[in-house]
């Protein structure tokens, strides 16, 4: 069945430098998606990505979906501490209708 | 609006003891899932559904029962709690019946089972 694996883990980041987290699917996506979790917060809807190659930015975040449709990055430039969180991706195919799969997340921790 | 909202926030079951998680949303959303977090997992989707009466299975469903009479509620029901039930439950919703869209989760409610 469809997988969608995530990397890193964790990922620890000097405040003001750059990251970048990757989200990999075993099949092709009909859309991905990107979520924040914060420390004890739910899940925060960020961004979706549709077509192929689409690339998309929301002031320090750049969201890129693959041409194959199969992988996807999140891109965050000059870290702050209001980073700090777990970043999700989550995937939908045609075949699996109604079944979106979350990655397991990329959990962000700044040091000031 | 209240969005998506969750009861209780915090239980504790003894092994064997039954219970139904609460969810309701206001913004008249068709699709609404009930997800498990264990940490290092991610979200796994248990069941969702994509309307009134209608639900099917996700990744996760052995143990749990679900029911869709209304738009407005899905509760999710634990049949005979056991430990590897413990985890923190988010229910979500969305306007796209296929749950390509926006999710809207609530607030979650951490479940101990001892």
């Known amino acids: 069945g469809q997988q969608v694996m995530q990397i890193p883990q964790y990922q620890h980041v000097q405040e003001g430098e750059d990251f970048t987290t990757y989200c990999n699917s075993s099949?092709?996506?009909?859309?991905i998606q990107w979520y924040k979790q914060r420390p004890g917060g739910h899940p925060v809807f960020l961004i979706q990505?549709?077509?192929?190659?689409e690339v998309k930015k929301q002031k320090r975040l750049t969201f890129q979906f693959g041409e194959a449709k199969k992988n996807s990055s999140l891109h965050i430039t000059a870290t702050q501490t209001t980073d700090v969180g777990t970043y999700f991706c989550a995937g939908l195919t045609t075949d699996s209708w109604g079944k979106l799969q979350f990655g397991a997340g990329t959990q962000v921790v700044v040091t000031p | 609006n209240a969005g998506v909202t969750q009861t209780p926030k915090f239980q504790v079951l003894k092994t064997g003891q039954s219970m139904t998680l609460q969810c309701a949303q206001d913004m008249n959303h068709e699709y609404m899932s009930w997800y498990r977090q264990d940490p290092g997992m991610g979200l796994r989707l248990i069941h969702y559904?994509?309307?009134?009466?209608?639900?099917d299975q996700g990744e996760v469903p052995n143990g749990y029962n679900v029911s869709r009479s209304t738009t407005e509620d899905f509760p999710l029901r634990l049949l005979s709690a056991a430990p590897s039930q413990t985890s923190v439950y988010f229910c979500a919703s969305s306007y796209s019946a296929s749950g390509g869209a926006e999710q809207y989760f609530g607030p979650g409610t951490r479940l101990t089972v001892t």
């Open positions: 099949t092709t996506l009909s859309n």
């Open positions: 559904s994509v309307g009134a009466g209608i639900t």
């Open positions: 990505l549709v077509k192929s190659g």
